[in-house]
């Protein structure tokens, strides 16, 4: 079965850059800014360089890589399976923790608000080829100490669909695991929410990302740990030199979570890119930053852990043609790379922005570029000889009329929606362009779809713990 996929780097290489990752972590180590995990690594084994850097030695690292899961599954909010983690599975989630959101015929994007959040949970749930949810929005109308578990709040409220999540705070990310478990007491054992862990590069575990990988590991739900790199500015300007460094830090993080909870499960992610050096802006679909995307991955399958990144998504500001080819060849990428969750669908201008409208575009691009990922089968069947050989005989000059390929063309074919994309004839052609074409289906889901709201008798549970998050800064709780 021919498959599609990318082999950037050989065998000798993976190994030089292992090799690398642990001299700096033997030598320089990791700066982890919170005492308290310090010394739990220091009596773990780490070694101390100063007062915050922590030297982790090479039998310290290898040991934690034999007990990491190589994969685990993920579930859905009432615990039905929807993917085994670690096999290449392609799910792809919205870009998270976009700060704005950009309104169909807007030029300049606004902040979000709660009921934002939940039209982009709704949308999201109705859209089959964007698998998971992602805290996409942070809503400006929530005060700061709560946000994180607010929105998390309203995807368990509306969708049934697998989260991707994080939290900003040390002390709400306890509430958060409390709002899972309301909803089902197995919320660990069956996970069906991934919170990120982002490391502050070069080499700097920050104090709240370092104590929720802690608590992460420690209820042994899944951490996405995400190095990122930005070529010349935070990492070197080169790409290996950049590998190098992302490699440390990701294993800096596995570490840590063996040695709290030996099996906790964890993802090799990433959200790499380059500092583009005339505007100082980060561009995340930089061919440099696919290319370094990709080489992760390998060292991912070299650890043979499930691997994340941040593709299918735009650095530009409009939902234009470089919007379109920049999240169209990013999610191809990311799908022959075999990554097992992508971030990115929906977001744009820097990771900064979120625009339903180009969800929608990229829920279409999402089900093109994993078609092709998909590969073609070649069995006898598929190989036609025998009607080959029966159009050539009957002299026909067409397959169209024969059994075999009314059988096989929706098997074969991958069809878009084509009151998105348009693959009519300009007689057929109704004159509108995608944008506006994906507009109106964004109208018509918020106005028609029901969403998989959660059971009243669970939403009670859930809304008692919504409650207490809210009396933490004596406020009446927003409900959506």
């Not at 109308?141 to 999540?165: C, E, F, H, M, Q």
């Not at 679909?285 to 650890?303: F, N, V």
């Not at 043609?321 to 990013?330: L, W």
Request: glycine share 6%.
């Amino acid at each position: 079965m021919p498959l599609p996929e990318v082999s950037i780097l050989t065998k000798e290489e993976k190994e030089l850059i292992h090799s690398k990752a642990l001299e700096l972590l033997g030598e320089v180590g990791m700066r982890i800014r919170d005492p308290e995990i310090v010394k739990f690594l220091l009596d773990a084994g780490c070694k101390s360089k100063d007062e915050k850097r922590v030297i982790f030695p090479e039998s310290l690292v290898e040991e934690s890589l034999k007990t990491v899961p190589k994969k685990f599954t993920l579930y859905n909010r009432e615990g039905e399976v929807v993917a085994n983690l670690g096999e290449g599975t392609r799910i792809f989630a919205p870009g998270s923790a976009a700060i704005k959101i950009l309104d169909f015929g807007a030029k300049e994007p606004r902040l979000p608000l709660l009921y934002d959040l939940k039209n982009l949970v709704i949308l999201v749930d109705s859209l089959k080829n964007i698998e998971a949810q992602s805290t996409a929005l942070v809503p400006d109308d929530v005060p700061n100490a709560i946000k994180d578990a607010v929105r998390l709040y309203v995807i368990l409220k509306y969708s049934n669909k697998p989260i991707v999540t994080g939290a900003f705070t040390i002390e709400n990310l306890t509430l958060m695991f409390e709002m899972m478990k309301a909803i089902r007491e197995d919320y660990a054992e069956k996970p069906w929410a991934i919170f990120d862990v982002t490391i502050s590069s070069p080499l700097t575990w920050s104090e709240i990302t370092v104590r929720n990988l802690y608590d992460l590991s420690r209820e042994g739900i899944p951490a996405e740990i995400i190095s990122m790199p930005q070529m010349s500015a935070t990492s070197p300007a080169t790409i290996a030199g950049s590998l190098v460094l992302h490699h440390t830090e990701i294993l800096s993080g596995i570490t840590i979570s063996q040695l709290i909870n030996p099996g906790a499960p964890v993802i090799y992610g990433g959200s790499t890119a380059i500092l583009q050096p005339n505007f100082a802006l980060p561009l995340i679909t930089a061919p440099e930053s696919i290319l370094l995307a990709w080489s992760y991955r390998e060292m991912a399958r070299y650890l043979g852990v499930p691997a994340h990144t941040y593709l299918g998504l735009s650095d530009n500001k409009v939902i234009d043609y470089q919007a379109g080819a920049q999240s169209m060849y990013s999610a191809l990428a990311a799908v022959v790379g075999g990554f097992d969750i992508i971030s990115g669908p929906g977001m744009m201008e820097n990771e900064l922005v979120q625009s339903l409208e180009k969800l929608v575009l990229d829920n279409e691009a999402a089900g093109m570029v994993k078609r092709v990922s998909q590969g073609y089968q070649m069995g006898e069947e598929q190989l036609a000889v025998d009607i080959i050989k029966k159009v050539a005989e009957l002299d026909k000059h067409e397959f169209l009329s024969q059994k075999h390929t009314r059988k096989n063309i929706r098997k074969e074919f991958y069809f878009p929606d084509q009151n998105i994309w348009d693959v009519s004839s300009r007689d057929r052609w109704d004159g509108q362009d995608s944008l506006h074409r994906a507009h109106t289906m964004v109208e018509k889901i918020l106005k028609e779809y029901e969403p998989h709201v959660l059971p009243s008798d669970k939403l009670e549970k859930l809304n008692s713990v919504y409650e207490k998050l809210w009396n933490k800064i004596s406020e009446k709780p927003k409900y959506v």
